[in-house]
């Protein structure tokens, strides 16, 4: 084993004693990738045994972390003692959402690009293959001009549905292309979805808190919402929501599984399987929203709770708006036994998807491009979420909460008691920045002091100068120096 000739220390020693220095400097941020053994034994003319020492003493320490065929990057330095807010406490009773005023002020603000997007539920737009679609969209309007001229009234166009159940079997759900219906997005499909199998006046549960896009989605069809607790680590608690259907007329579930909006939960395979077998005992459709399924950090993607669905009760939404294109608006339901009455009504709702938007996704789904992309792309929001938690938590007073997501871009944040996530809401706006309030996604639920933040896009300057903003908002709130709104 070599040792440095200026101290008599070693060789990785040194270069772990370098490398620490450069993450405590800021050189390597908080979810940043190291240099490889390779780039190590180049740059420190030394043995892979030695950089790969240096490397793996950095991670006894607790700085780094490996991942698998992925490399070393630098861990969370505070995230790991942070209490995850707990859950919202709220009666297992159905009622009215009565959410849409509210939801319609936080989406002006979202829209408005002089606002930094601390609220906003997309992407950076340089994180998607936009220019690779564009190029794609453009040959096909080329080669295909009389798709302009006509409506393509289909389900779906077979390329993309072929594409579809290929990629939801790669992950254990097996569809047939007849179930499927390719929508404007989720927010039509899960709108499809929900009125397939309910009537005015039925009640659907909820997870609270969930995506106040569902919420707006019952409040316009004149459902009634029964919000069950859930936590951030496991999502929905299944002994209440036991509870709520032997209590109440429970007609459908809606659930996101997979890294939920807003909290980030996933549930673990063995609830799945318990969720399904409860649903399977009472006859109750499942409405499943897996649009962030393919954003996992973890070594396999979550299998859609659809994929235990042996009676049809499942229906399967999602999009390509989160990974791929806002702007071309692909979505898709798998209906299951609901099949037909989701093609009937996606007729009398919109018609058709326009099939040009179908096939660039189609090509794009068929090409080696889309794998290389979603490693890409979980990688970019993996580093973005851990460095805003960490800037989070580096800034905001104590007795702030967060939780820590295995997968998609948003962080549940709980303010310290007294803090109201509206006014925080206004005073934010007031500065330019665009954040989520809580009471959006909980109508049912007291949980004043919690708000969503997005992590779509990088953290730079911009992004943690608001960030810090926000930390003295909050500061100032806590301590009764700001005038709080009246309502």
Known sequence: ???????????????????????????????????????????????????????????????????????????????????????????????????????????????????????????????????????????????????????????????????????????????????????????????????AVTHPGDIVAVESPCYFGLLEILESLGLRALPVPGTCEEGIDLDLLETAIERHRVKAVMLVPSFSNPNGSCMSQPRRERLMALL???????????????????????????????????????????ILSPGLRVGWVAGGRYSEQVRRLKYISSLTTPAINQLAIARFLESTAMERHLRSLRQAFRTQMAQISEEILASFPEGTGLSQPEGGFYLWVQLPDGVDAFDLHRLAAAEKIDIAPGQIFCPHADIRNRIRISCGYPCDARIRKSIHTLARLVRELAAGHLKPSKR
Request: overall charge neutral; aromatic content about 6%.
């Open 280 to 322: 399977a005992d009472h006859g109750i459709p499942l409405v499943e929203d897996d649009i962030y399924g393919d954003i996992h950090f973890g070594p396999e993607r979550p299998r859609p709770v659809k994929s235990l669905d042996r009676d049809g009760l499942v229906l399967y939404c999602g999009s390509f708006s989160k």
């Open 1 to 195: 084993m070599s040792v440095g000739p200026a101290s008599g220390e070693f060789l990785y020693e040194r270069i772990a004693r370098q490398l620490d220095a450069q993450i405590q400097d800021g050189v390597f941020r908080v979810g940043e990738r190291l240099p490889s053994v390779r780039q190590l034994c180049a740059s420190e003319r030394v043995s892979p045994a030695s950089a790969l020492q240096a490397l793996s003493l950095l991670e006894a320490r607790g700085l780094i972390e490996a991942r698998p065929k992925s490399g070393f990057f630098v861990r969370h330095r505070r995230v790991d003692c942070a209490p995850p807010p707990p859950p919202s406490s709220c009666k297992l009773e159905p009622g009215a959402v009565g959410v849409s005023d509210v939801v319609a002020q936080v989406f002006y603000q979202a829209g408005d690009e002089r606002m930094v997007p601390l609220g906003a539920a997309i992407p950076a737009p340089e994180l998607l293959p936009t220019e690779r679609l564009s190029r794609c969209l453009a040959q096909l309007a080329r080669s295909q001009p009389e798709r302009l001229g006509r409506y393509d009234i289909k389900p779906g166009h077979p390329e993309l549905l072929r594409q579809l159940v290929r990629r939801f079997a790669s992950y254990g759900c097996h569809v047939a292309q007849e179930e499927l219906v390719v929508t404007f997005g989720a927010m039509e499909a899960l709108n499809l979805a929900v009125r």
